[in-house]
Each structure stands twice: as structure tokens, then as C-alpha cells.
């Protein structure tokens, strides 16, 4: 069965460092999406990308998180410098459907713990 | 704004019961809802998507039903097992704009004791 890949699954790190996390949607997926889940809490979208280009990006913390899906294939969400409140664990979700009729397929996450 | 709640929070039960989870959302022009599935740090997986023009789904012992225009859907498992104890969110995808957002609950967490 097909799956969304996401690495790494675990990252510690001290605040004000640099970190980064890659997606790798189904194959043939369009659209995919960064949710960032604080624990007790559910997913909450950051940026949502329609091949390469981004659809959403109102709730991505931009001084400091970018991402990127070059050639519309795999992604890299990137959060500089990481603070305190970052800890949580990063969802990568896809659809094959642009309208978002379709089911999403989420990815076994990665859990960031800054110190 | 879309906001989803669930009730409850956590839920405990024996195995065998028969359970409700309730999920409700204050913007009833939804485009479809999930409710999703998700183990104790892991990811997230889809148990049913019902699109807006629809009642109910069923997969197994999982049964949803969506009553949009009161902005209320439920997910009934049957027959309750130990492998169920899992956290349960809901969540539904606006209907309006070009990007279909979907709005998360804070999920129930269910215990299923043997």
C-alpha cells in the first residue's frame, strides 16, 4: 500500500538552530500539506501546496518557517531559527485530487522537541 | 471562522460496549467530513469520508452519519475491542474558496479496557 514518507521521525534540538523536515507524498498526488499537531490538540494547517506551487500559507509563521515542493514532487518544511513553543509533531498529508474532494493520506509524522 | 468540538474529550469503556463519539461545527457549508483515526505518536489514518450530500458511511463496525444543517456528525463503533483505544478526530473541509480547508477537532481519546 502506498504511503506518504516522512524523515526524520524524531528530532531534538536547541532553540535558535536550524531544522528541517522532508516529505515524500504518494505517488502522483497533487496536492499536499503541512499540518503542525501541538499535543491534545488536532492538526492545524501551515501551508498547502497544488503541484509546486503554494494555496495556502495564511497560518505559516513566514519570519521563520518556509517551505518548498520543488517540481510539484516532494517537499521540505524548514523552521529557522526554532523557538520553545515549536515542540510539536509535523504532519505531511496528500490527495490526489485538486479540489480536496478526496480522502487525504497522512504520513507517520516528525516529532520536534526544542530546548 | 470554522470550529469543530468533540464530546467528549476521553472516553473509557469496556470491550463488547457499543459507543458514540460526537463531533459538531458552527459552519454547516461543508464540502465533506473525516473522521480519522490516530495512535499514540504516530500519524494520522482516514476511517470515513462522507461528502456533504450524504447521510452516512460504514466500514466494518465504524458507522458516521453527517447532519449538515445542524452541524453535528457522529461515529458509532460497534461492539468495542482492546484495539480500539485509539484518539478519534474529526474534521471538515469548507466548501468555500479555491483551497478547501480542513479544520481539525481536538479529538476524543477512547480507552477500551479488556
Known amino acids: 500500500e502506498a504511503e506518504v514518507a516522512q524523515s526524520p521521525r524524531y528530532k531534538i534540538t536547541e532553540k535558535s538552530q536550524a531544522v528541517a523536515f522532508w516529505c515524500d507524498p504518494i505517488?502522483?498526488?497533487?496536492?499536499l500539506y503541512w499540518y503542525r499537531q501541538i499535543l491534545g490538540q488536532g492538526p492545524e494547517l501551515l501551508v498547502q501546496?497544488?503541484?509546486?506551487?503554494?494555496?495556502?500559507d495564511s497560518q505559516l509563521p513566514k519570519d521563520r518557517f518556509s517551505a518548498e515542493r520543488l517540481k510539484g514532487v516532494d517537499s521540505t518544511l524548514k523552521i529557522q531559527p526554532a523557538e520553545l513553543g515549536d515542540s510539536a509533531m509535523y504532519l505531511c498529508?496528500?490527495?490526489?485530487?485538486?479540489?480536496?474532494?478526496?480522502?487525504?493520506?497522512f504520513g507517520a509524522g516528525s516529532r520536534l522537541t526544542v530546548l | 471562522k470554522q470550529e469543530v468540538t468533540q464530546i467528549p474529550a476521553a472516553l473509557s469503556v469496556p470491550e463488547g460496549e457499543n459507543l458514540v463519539l460526537n463531533c459538531s461545527f458552527t459552519?454547516?457549508?461543508?464540502?465533506?467530513l473525516q473522521w480519522f483515526r490516530q495512535d499514540p505518536g504516530k500519524g494520522l489514518t482516514s476511517l470515513l469520508l462522507?461528502?456533504?450530500?450524504?447521510r452516512e458511511q460504514t466500514s466494518g463496525r465504524l458507522n458516521a452519519s453527517l447532519d449538515k444543517s445542524s452541524g453535528r456528525s457522529t461515529l458509532y463503533i460497534a461492539a468495542s475491542q482492546p484495539g480500539d483505544s485509539a484518539t478519534y478526530l474529526c474534521?471538515?473541509?469548507?466548501?468555500?474558496?479555491?483551497?478547501?480547508?480542513?479544520?481539525f477537532g481536538k479529538g476524543t481519546l477512547l480507552t477500551v479496557n479488556p
Open positions: 498529508a496528500s490527495s490526489p485530487s485538486r479540489s480536496g474532494a478526496n480522502v487525504l493520506t
Open positions: 505517488s502522483g498526488h497533487a496536492t
Open positions: 501546496f497544488q503541484d509546486e506551487s503554494v494555496v495556502d
Open positions: 459552519d454547516s457549508a461543508i464540502y465533506n
Open positions: 462522507i461528502q456533504s450530500s450524504q
Open positions: 474534521a471538515v473541509r469548507g466548501s468555500g474558496g479555491s483551497n478547501y480547508k480542513l479544520t
